[in-house]
T-cell receptor, first 107, second 115 residues
Framework: SQQGEEDPQALSIQEGENATMNCSYK?????LQWYRQNSGRGLVHLIL?????REKHSGRLRVTLDTSKKSSSLLITASRAADTASYFC???????FGKGITLSVRP | KAGVTQTPRYLIKTRGQQVTLSCSPI?????VSWYQQTPGQGLQFLFE???????NKGNFPGRFSGRQFSNSRSEMNVSTLELGDSALYLC??????????????FGPGTRLTVL
C-alpha cells in the first residue's frame, strides 16, 4: 500500500526561521496531501499537490513533489509560534499517513 | 457550512465492553473515513464509507465495524474492548471517495480510554 514517511521526526526552530519537512512514499500516486495537527485535535488540510505538478504555494507554505524520487517537501517560511504542531503527508485512496513530524517553533 | 462533528468527544469504557462512536460529515459530503491514532502506531486507516457502502478497509480485526446511513452520517462500533483500543478516533469526510485521493475534512475526534 502507499505510505508517506516523513523526516525528520522532530524539528525545533526559532520563530522567523524557515522549516523544511520531507516525505517519501513507495508507490506511484495521483496526488499527495499535507496535513497539520495541533496537539490532540483533528487534522487540518494544508495543501494538495497533483502528480503532474512540481511545486505549489499557499501563503507561507511551499510544497514540492518529485515523482522520480517519490518524495515531497513542505517548506514553511517565516515560521510563527502558532505553527507548532505535527505535520503529516498522506497518499492513496486509504489516505495512508506517515508517523508525522513534530515541529516546535520557539518564540 | 458546519464542519465535521463527532460525538461523544470523550469516552471511558472498561475491557470487554462495546462502544459506538458517531460522525456527522459536512453537508453534501458522501464519503466518510475513520482513523485510529495512537502514540505507538500513529494514524491508521480503519475504513471508508461512500453512499452507505464500505469502499475501503484497513487492517483491523472484525471487532471494528462501521456503517453509514442514507444521510451520510456514520457510526463505528468496537466490540469486546481491549486496553490497546485506547486511542483518538478521527472521522473525516470528503465530497467523493474511492480510488483517487480527495481532501479530507477531519472532525475533532473522540478520545476513547479503555480501563
Amino acid at each position: 500500500s502507499q505510505q508517506g514517511e516523513e523526516d525528520p521526526q522532530a524539528l525545533s526552530i526559532q520563530e522567523g526561521e524557515n522549516a523544511t519537512m520531507n516525505c517519501s512514499y513507495k508507490t506511484s500516486i495521483n496526488n499527495l496531501q499535507w496535513y497539520r495537527q495541533n496537539s490532540g485535535r483533528g487534522l487540518v488540510h494544508l495543501i494538495l499537490i497533483r502528480s503532474n505538478e512540481r511545486e505549489k504555494h499557499s501563503g507561507r507554505l511551499r510544497v514540492t513533489l518529485d515523482t522520480s524520487k517519490k518524495s515531497s517537501s513542505l517548506l514553511i517560511t517565516a515560521s510563527r509560534a502558532a505553527d507548532t504542531a505535527s505535520y503529516f503527508c498522506a497518499t492513496g485512496s486509504k489516505l495512508t499517513f506517515g508517523k508525522g513530524i513534530t515541529l516546535s517553533v520557539r518564540p | 457550512k458546519a464542519g465535521v462533528t463527532q460525538t461523544p468527544r470523550y469516552l471511558i469504557k472498561t475491557r470487554g465492553q462495546q462502544v459506538t462512536l458517531s460522525c456527522s460529515p459536512i453537508s453534501g459530503h458522501r464519503s466518510v473515513s475513520w482513523y485510529q491514532q495512537t502514540p505507538g502506531q500513529g494514524l491508521q486507516f480503519l475504513f471508508e464509507y461512500f453512499s452507505e457502502t464500505q469502499r475501503n478497509k484497513g487492517n483491523f480485526p472484525g471487532r471494528f465495524s462501521g456503517r453509514q446511513f442514507s444521510n451520510s452520517r456514520s457510526e463505528m462500533n468496537v466490540s469486546t474492548l481491549e486496553l490497546g483500543d485506547s486511542a483518538l478516533y478521527l472521522c473525516a469526510s470528503s465530497l467523493e471517495g474511492g480510488e483517487d485521493l480527495h481532501t479530507q475534512y477531519f472532525g475533532p475526534g473522540t478520545r476513547l480510554t479503555v480501563l
